[in-house]
């Protein structure tokens, strides 16, 4: 017998670690109201210590399934026996890895089943792998109703997995404004940062050190930076946050272009927004994104910007009204961008400019309650109804 008034959300997701979609589950626990709603944690993989410690509200359970590499039957059994353990109200998943584990939930007899699409990864950019379409569309039927993060994600569930429209929910990621502001005069530098501030011109990323984020091109684009002579690419200096596969290779490459006085890897940071408020300049070099939590993060804080042409970076861009965009796996153009970024930064009415641009952009149009408030609907809605 059910003891918790509370309606019970079982968050799903392949690995809890640091990216965008695991960004949203933490914003949805966190600030979801908790005498409405309680939650539960299961990863496929694994559930990183260092992203739990940032679940605030102090009754979250957090399951891992320890799958290896390989298909989800031999796991099946055991995610139903789960389900009907857990017995939750609602089950969000995200991503592909987690929607093979649908059939179990509605076996299971979980009463909602929402399936949110946060994009795809470098193996499958713009979600074109045809064996991956067969499986989304496989498993579309045990969804009631899809989120998309992204106009061109929602397309691609109408167009390509050919999903109802009706049982397709546009919900673009939200950013909190207040923990993501411009620099004030009275904010401490982030700890161990090697660069100065006022002398040096900071260039940086946030995200997995992954193939799909392309830091390596981003590297590249910096050592011709460095080439250029101008005032704005001489005081350039990079920070990368984050970790990931690529770290090892990418230190070599560093090391390789003679760049390690002048590129930082910072690791996972527990301040981002401290470091964020740092940065000059967001650089985003996705291959393939969905709505990026981290460029929207950028964007609150009011630095200048260099994001893709991919998923939904346009669109939080405002077009280039609050960044500059260039196209994906392009060096030369990424080169362009950085350069004419850096040099926005030496002139003061070009720089309050842009502040006040992308500031205004992630107020009005990815505001964190919003996005809280359309999740909360669609979570105590019924199936098929349309959340506003």
Known sequence: MKTDSRLHVMHLVYR????????????????????????????????????????????????????????????????????????????????LAAMDFLPMAALAAVPRRIHAEHGWDVSDPGGSNLKNRRNRRLMAPFVQDFVAVSDQVRDYLRDIIQVPPARIQLITNGVDTARFRPMQTSDAWPAGLPFQRGEHLLVGTVGRLDPVKDQARLIDAFARLQALGEEACRRARLVLVGEGPLRQALGEQVAQLGLQDRVYFAGQRQDVPAVLRALDVFVLNSVTEGTSCALQEALATGMGIVATTVGGNAAVLGQGSAGHLVPPSDTMALTQGLRQALAQRLDPVARQAQQEAARERAMNAYSLQAMLARYERLFASRKGQVVQ
Do not use: M
Request: glycine content about 6%; charged content about 20%.
């Open 16 to 95: 809890f670690s640091s990216g965008g979609l695991e960004n949203v589950v933490t914003q949805l626990i966190n600030g979801l109201p908790r005498d409405r709603f309680r939650h539960t944690l299961v990863a496929l993989t694994e559930v990183d210590p260092v992203y739990r410690s940032r679940i605030e509200t102090p009754d979250v359970q957090c399951i891992a399934l320890d799958k290896q590499p390989g298909g989800p039957l031999p796991y099946w059994p055991r995610a139903w026996r789960l389900f009907r353990e857990q017995a939750p109200d609602v089950l969000h998943s995200c991503n």
